[in-house]
């Protein structure tokens, strides 16, 4: 596998091409479930949300159906487009900033941050991966809440597969060939898409986390009362997680 270019994040045609794998009808309706799941977690229920990396907004816009003021920000203008027409369609206002996201911060606004389905890691440079936690943790009012989720290191060693295949739902193939690389810090995965008669290749690459060390993160960011979780129901961070899922507070 080729090494993934350091800013494959940014590279709009990867969003656009891999639309339909990775936001599918299905996903739209399990964020609408989860949100009243992250609201009980958080015990926020009203006020201003940062969806820090929102993506097509599938937990933005049902934010904004249940009252709060939402912010969602992503880099890729295909996908604040996508986030843009979901919340038109539903009916809802959203603030949508197409930004990276290690430069978005805006002090004491938020009483809820998200950061869901894998949308950290994504910067070689470890410090900016920091840099972000830190933002949040400023955009934060005091006594917000961060609410991340993710696969954790724990989850990817009992589940891991080095090859993957699936058929798109409007034809068409994805196969992703992954490798843990660097002793276990960073994940590179080779997708191909096959479509049309064509086929392209992708190479993607982020950090991975443990438990311990996402919660040692979010203590070096400033965040306190930090909570990890097996999925968003508040089960244990154990042998049989779904997900990652750590909340953290501002003093």
């Not at 091409?17 to 977690?41: C, G, H, K, N, W």
């Not at 203008?77 to 959203?94: H, N, S, W």
């Not at 943790?137 to 295949?165: C, M």
């Not at 950090?207 to 009362?225: C, P, Q």
Request: glycine share 10%.
């Amino acid at each position: 596998m080729d090494r993934a270019p350091s800013d494959w994040y940014a590279d709009e045609a990867f969003w656009a091409e891999t639309y339909e794998f990775m936001f599918p009808d299905s996903v739209f309706a399990e964020a609408s479930e989860q949100v009243s799941r992250l609201i009980e977690l958080s015990g926020i229920d009203r006020g201003a949300v940062l969806d820090l990396g929102c993506g097509p907004g599938r937990y933005a816009v049902p934010f904004a159906k249940r009252g709060f003021a939402v912010t969602g920000v992503d880099l890729t203008p295909f996908l604040i487009e996508k986030a843009r027409a979901y919340a038109e369609a539903e009916g809802v206002e959203l603030e949508l900033i197409e930004q990276d996201m290690r430069a978005f911060v805006r002090p004491e606004t938020f009483d809820l941050a998200l950061s869901m389905l894998t949308s950290f890691g994504y910067f070689d440079d470890e410090r900016e991966n920091h840099g972000v936690l830190k933002n949040i943790y400023a955009s934060l009012k005091p006594g917000g809440a961060f609410i991340f989720d993710t696969y954790g290191k724990e989850i990817i060693a009992r589940v891991f597969e080095e090859t993957f295949s699936k058929e798109l739902p409007g034809g068409g193939l994805i196969i992703q060939r992954r490798s843990v690389i660097n002793d276990w810090s960073q994940m590179e995965n080779e997708w191909f898409l096959i479509k049309d008669g064509q086929a392209r290749t992708f190479l993607l690459r982020h950090w991975i986390y443990s438990g311990r060390e996402f919660k040692e993160l979010l203590a070096t960011a400033g965040f306190t009362d930090i909570r990890l979780y097996g999925d968003l129901d508040g089960k244990p961070y154990g042998r049989d997680a779904a997900r990652l899922i750590a909340l953290g507070r501002k003093a």
